[in-house]
């Protein structure tokens, strides 16, 4: 569920994610395509929008460093990195009747969030979109081809995903080059999400993508090089009915290696399900139930929440100290998927010494979701 846990944004109801919904656990709606053990992904096809299931989002985070020598400067703003971005794409099938032939009719919801975390600001600059599928806002159902007004994201036959955001405050244009193929998440792409099997994603994610272009903050232009995370989900089905959010990190690990981990958390901070995958330099694989403690929080002056913003994570007999670049990272996206969550830049450390760089998203803190 990237960003990541598939399962109802309160966005699903008018429509992420980021969020969620405290999930009602029944069937599977027959309106809508089931997520099935067994299904085999196919590329390119699977890069692209599954229409028949109910939610999906394509969802890339990242760092970025400024290149050697000084900004092109066409106003104030004296930001120098590193950076943390994320751009998001949901798309969402309302139940619309698809008997109505109007191109007007809503039968998809095209959502987005983009963000940079900027030090010197010590919050993001983030912007949001909500639109119908038509004319101005267009997905594609063959590959990754999202156009919004103003924001894209492409995938070109090279394998090269081109990132564009363009908003008051900050933009970029970015080029995000993957030299792997897509990683399958769960069980070959069939990622569960709780205990029975129809509680499920489609899963797959891009971790070592690399980063280069432009960022735009204020007036003021970098040359930027570094990192990115792509997650690509879909899904039909909601959380278990006692999870009340959830916890995610994607971290590019030095050595070559990546590290994802989720949990499902219920009202005690327990959890619900979870799951870890350690990814080594060489590909193979460690999956394992992972641990979870929290060591320290941070509360929201703008909305009172209070978000975990580290953590040390245990995979068998590994540990990860998750530490934010900054702690106000929370993000605002009530006019859009209707929800606030933290979603923010992190380093990885091991025994004092960093080792990796990622995100981590957190959901649910505020209240339970609910549609």
Same mark, same amino acid.
């Given at each position: ?41 196919? #590329?390119?096809?699977?890069h692209g929008m599954h229409p028949a299931f109910r939610i999906e989002w394509w969802y890339i985070t990242g760092w970025l460093e ?16 590193? #950076? ?24 998809? @919801? ?10 010197? @600001? ?69 990622s569960r999400k709780g205990p029975r099997a129809e509680q499920a994603s489609y899963y797959y994610s891009r971790p070592g993508l ?69 990814? #080594? ?9 992972p641990g979870f403690e929290v060591l320290r929080r941070w509360e929201s002056p703008r909305t009172g929440i209070t978000y975990p ?63």
């Amino acid at each position: 569920m990237r960003r990541r846990l598939l399962l109802a944004f309160a966005a699903m109801a008018a429509s992420r994610p980021a969020a969620m919904p405290a999930a009602r656990a029944a069937a599977v709606d027959p309106d809508y395509a089931p997520v099935l053990r067994g299904h085999r992904l196919r #590329f390119p096809r699977d890069h692209g929008m599954h229409p028949a299931f109910r939610i999906e989002w394509w969802y890339i985070t990242g760092w970025l460093e400024t290149v050697a020598g000084p900004p092109t400067t066409a106003g104030e703003g004296s930001s120098v990195g590193p #950076f943390g971005y994320q751009i998001t794409f949901f798309r969402v099938r309302s139940r619309h009747s698809a008997d109505n032939p109007s191109r007007f009719a809503p039968h998809q @919801l095209l959502l987005a969030h983009a963000a940079i975390a900027d030090p010197a @600001l010590g919050r993001l600059r983030h912007a949001q979109q909500a639109w119908r599928a038509g004319e101005l806002a267009s997905i594609d159902r063959t590959d990754a081809r999202i156009r919004l007004p103003g924001w894209q994201l492409v995938r070109g036959t090279d394998d090269i995903y081109r990132a564009e955001v363009e908003a008051d405050d900050f933009g970029y244009a970015l080029r995000l080059a993957a030299h792997e193929p897509p990683v399958l998440q769960g069980e070959a792409g069939y990622s569960r999400k709780g205990p029975r099997a129809e509680q499920a994603s489609y899963y797959y994610s891009r971790p070592g993508l690399r980063a280069s272009g432009m960022l735009r903050i204020g007036g003021q232009q970098h040359q930027v090089h570094g990192s990115g995370w792509l997650d690509h989900e879909w899904s039909s089905q909601l959380m278990p009915e006692e999870a009340l959010g959830w916890d995610w990190a994607g971290i590019g690990l030095d050595d070559g290696g990546s590290l994802l981990v989720f949990r499902l958390r219920d009202a005690a901070g327990g959890s619900v399900h979870s799951h870890a995958r350690l990814r #080594f330099p060489d590909g193979h694989t460690l999956d394992a139930s992972p641990g979870f403690e929290v060591l320290r929080r941070w509360e929201s002056p703008r909305t009172g929440i209070t978000y975990p913003v580290e953590w040390r994570i245990t995979v068998a007999d590994k540990s990860y100290l998750l530490t934010p670049l900054f702690d106000d990272q929370e993000l605002d996206a009530r006019r859009s998927t209707g929800t606030v969550y933290w979603e923010g830049a992190v380093r990885a450390s091991q025994d004092g010494q960093v080792v990796g760089r990622g995100y981590l998203e957190l959901t649910g803190y505020g209240a339970r979701m609910a549609l």
